[in-house]
């Protein structure tokens, strides 16, 4: 029966997170397994309306195909949000995608033959090394410290022939790890000298509620960079609108010719909607009200984590995003933690899924977007229970 599906399907598996979120469905569970935004801050009622207007206004157009590329009005506006935080972009560069999710598959095809060199991270973005994983690259990884990637370790890869280096440098998924600024500065420098791609994934950057905003990755790289944005953490993920800046031309125009025959282009009707709503709302302060909220629940999250869970555990202190990273004493498995911890109604995702050299096994996930002040206290108490009983 396997004879009936394509190489490239027999490596990759579901995402074990999607598979978890079944299991947390249970209302009783507190889940900080999911890599969800907070329901509540969606702009529902700003969205209804803007959906009104769209369909008053401009029904048929927004019902109609459209151009690959994206709505104009929604590029010029992706790129004077840019040009707000000093990164100048033209607008003919940026091309809406369904999702930032859809440029890791679009990146994939028109860069990745099978056993191509790919560096990412370690722990890596699991949806990106999904994505990935159907062109058949060789994965080469990268150790995240606190400030970002080991440059020695990055060097020897490009050294070895990467093509591409693929990172999420603000509050990455899912350590909540961010580049400083010298690290930064030194990824751009290595990805010139050695002529690697540098794609930048950055749906988190504009949820920073600690320290001073950084440059991207990107605005250092003089040759080869992409830059990916998204719409899903900073108003709703359901719209599925994200973009990509691919200042390089030959490399815009060969987006252009996947995404044509991947989905022609992202739904013309969320774009509008989406456009509408930018163009009628602020959305700067929504943002900030978010950020305003994460950084409550993060604080909250660290906090109960010093008081519930037991010496020897160690944790990262994300300034932003969504996501805080629990490392453990070694030779524990945080895959044999979920069980116990599920039996008494809390969840997370174990760390090992994010490596793709099946290390991690001591790492965990915590999300502290999805879950309210009240739920995080109860939440960790428990988990901190299953681990120090874990522990013993
Ligand atoms: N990149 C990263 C690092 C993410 O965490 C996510 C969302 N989980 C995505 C891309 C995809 O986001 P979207 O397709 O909703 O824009």
Excluded at 16 to 34: C, H, M, N, Q, W
Excluded at 243 to 268: C, E, G, N
Excluded at 312 to 321: D, F, L, N, Q, S
């Amino acid at each position: 029966m396997s004879q009936q599906f394509a190489r490239r399907m027999s490596t990759v598996h579901r995402s074990f997170i999607r598979e978890i979120l079944k299991v947390t469905a249970d209302p009783e569970i507190i889940s900080f397994a999911g890599g969800l935004p907070n329901p509540e801050l969606f702009p529902v009622p700003a969205m209804d309306k803007a959906a009104h207007e769209v369909f008053a206004n401009i029904g048929a157009t927004a019902l109609q195909y459209s151009t690959t590329e994206g709505d104009a009005g929604l590029r010029a506006i992706i790129a004077e949000r840019y040009a707000k935080r000093g990164l100048t972009v033209d607008p003919d560069t940026i091309l809406v995608t369904t999702g930032s999710q859809q440029i890791l598959d679009l990146g994939g095809k028109i860069f990745l033959d099978r056993g191509d060199k790919v560096v990412i991270e370690r722990p890596g973005y699991l949806g990106a090394i999904q994505a990935f994983s159907l062109f058949e690259p060789e994965f080469v990884t990268v150790s995240l410290d606190d400030d970002g990637p080991n440059l020695e370790e990055l060097e020897a890869a490009f050294k070895a022939g990467a093509k591409c280096f693929y990172a999420v440098p603000n509050f990455q998924n899912p350590s909540g790890v961010s580049y400083s600024l010298e690290k930064r500065k030194g990824v751009a420098a290595l990805c010139d000298r050695y002529g690697v791609l540098f794609l930048e994934d950055d749906p988190y950057g504009e949820l920073r509620f600690l320290g001073e905003d950084l440059p991207s990755v990107f605005s250092f790289c003089k040759t080869k960079g992409l830059l990916c944005g998204s719409f899903s953490k900073i108003a709703a993920p359901g719209f599925r609108i994200g973009w990509v800046v691919a200042p390089q031309k030959d490399i815009y125009d060969k987006l252009v010719i996947a995404k044509q025959a991947a989905d022609l282009h992202t739904s013309t009707v969320a774009q509008a909607i989406m456009r509408r709503y930018l163009e009628t709302n602020d959305i700067e302060a929504h943002v900030a009200l978010i950020r305003e909220r994460y950084g409550r629940q993060r604080e909250c999250m660290v906090e109960m984590i010093g008081k519930y869970f037991p010496e020897g555990v160690t944790i990262t202190r994300p300034e932003g995003g969504m996501f805080l990273w629990v490392t453990m004493p070694d030779g524990c498995s945080s895959m044999e933690l979920l069980d116990m911890a599920v039996r008494d109604k809390v969840a997370f995702v174990p760390g090992r899924p994010f490596y793709v050299d099946g290390s991690g096994e001591n790492t965990l996930r915590l999300n502290f977007s999805n879950s309210d002040e009240a739920r995080i206290e109860e939440g960790i108490k428990r988990l901190g229970r299953s681990i120090q009983s874990f522990l013993k």
